[in-house]
């Protein structure tokens, strides 16, 4: 009887792990896995999007996953050179990105990132930056700092970050004209290539929404961004192709364990 129990409980154990996490899926062999982050650090009091801060013990112990393990970090341009052939793909590459661009990424996931000689790639929303994320409701969720221009010029020399678009005021680019998508996406990729001085080769959709509107995805493609980013879960095969879709990405939660790192990485998915 109490073997028996012992096993029932067991099994139990066994069946919610299986439920919570997807280490059952085949491993995927070949393809891009891009994490995707938002803030680094300890939440505010209030926040309601306390799983999208990742505090900076975590994000170092999975970029310390990421070096130990032998993935090879790239930047939006290394995804172009070796599509063109003027570099071999690693056997393990994989993308760290960061949505927003916000103060912190610069405070704790860089100096991280520049320790441990990784790469990392920040989608940028123009007109908040030197300010704060202005499009959240304070009463609902905290304002906080965005990344200053030297910020910016700090990171893109030293070859750590590379920048893409993340629009002018991150808006649901499906619900406003697509007139007003367009300026979105246009002169963001504009003003950017003013001010960092290099071109804007990826694109993320702010809140993904718009990745899988054909008429929004053709703006972004017309504005001349190579390599475009959903929210979609999943890792993207490679080579990649743009009429399958947006690439894929790979959303690092704040209340993630390590397994979920994994699972992620290796899976394509964690959770259900």
Same mark, same amino acid.
């Given at each position: 009887m109490i073997i028996a129990s012992a096993l029932g409980a067991g099994a139990a154990a066994g069946l919610g792990a299986s439920a919570r996490w997807n280490w059952w899926r085949p491993k995927i062999k070949k393809g891009i896995p891009t994490l995707m982050y938002h803030k680094v650090g300890d939440y505010p009091k209030g926040s309601q999007l306390q799983k999208l801060w990742v505090t900076a013990a975590d994000f170092r112990r999975q970029m310390d996953y990421l070096k130990s393990r032998g993935y090879t970090t790239l930047h939006f341009q290394d995804l172009a050179d070796i599509e063109d052939g003027k570099a071999p793909c690693p056997d393990k590459p994989v993308l760290v990105t960061f949505d927003d661009g916000y103060a912190n990424?610069?405070?704790?996931?860089? @100096?991280? !990132?520049?320790?441990? =000689?990784?790469? =990392?790639?920040?989608?940028?929303?123009?007109?908040? !930056?030197e300010s704060h994320n202005a499009w959240h409701n304070p009463d609902t969720e905290p304002w906080i700092r965005m990344l200053s221009w030297p910020n910016i010029e700090e990171m893109a020399r030293s070859g750590v970050i590379e920048f893409g678009s993340h629009t002018m005021r991150h808006r649901v680019l499906p619900e406003i004209p697509l007139e007003e998508a367009r300026w979105e996406m246009f002169e963001s990729k504009k003003r950017l290539e003013e001010k960092i001085g290099r071109p804007m080769i990826g694109f993320a959709y702010p809140y993904g929404a718009g990745a899988y509107v054909p008429a929004v995805r053709?703006?972004? /493609?017309?504005? =001349?961004? /190579?390599?475009?980013?959903?929210?979609?879960? =999943?890792?993207? @095969?490679? @080579?990649?192709?743009?009429?399958?879709? @947006? !690439?894929? /990405?790979?959303?690092? /939660?704040?209340?993630?364990?390590? !397994?979920?790192?994994h699972l992620n990485l290796t899976r394509g998915r964690a959770r259900f």
């Open positions: 990424n610069h405070e704790l996931a860089y @100096p991280i !990132l520049k320790e441990l =000689g990784l790469k =990392g790639n920040i989608f940028l929303v123009y007109e908040t !930056l053709e703006l972004a /493609r017309a504005a =001349g961004y /190579r390599y475009d980013f959903g929210i979609k879960q =999943g890792i993207s @095969p490679w @080579p990649w192709k743009p009429e399958s879709g @947006p !690439l894929k /990405r790979l959303l690092i /939660r704040g209340d993630d364990y390590m !397994l979920d790192f």
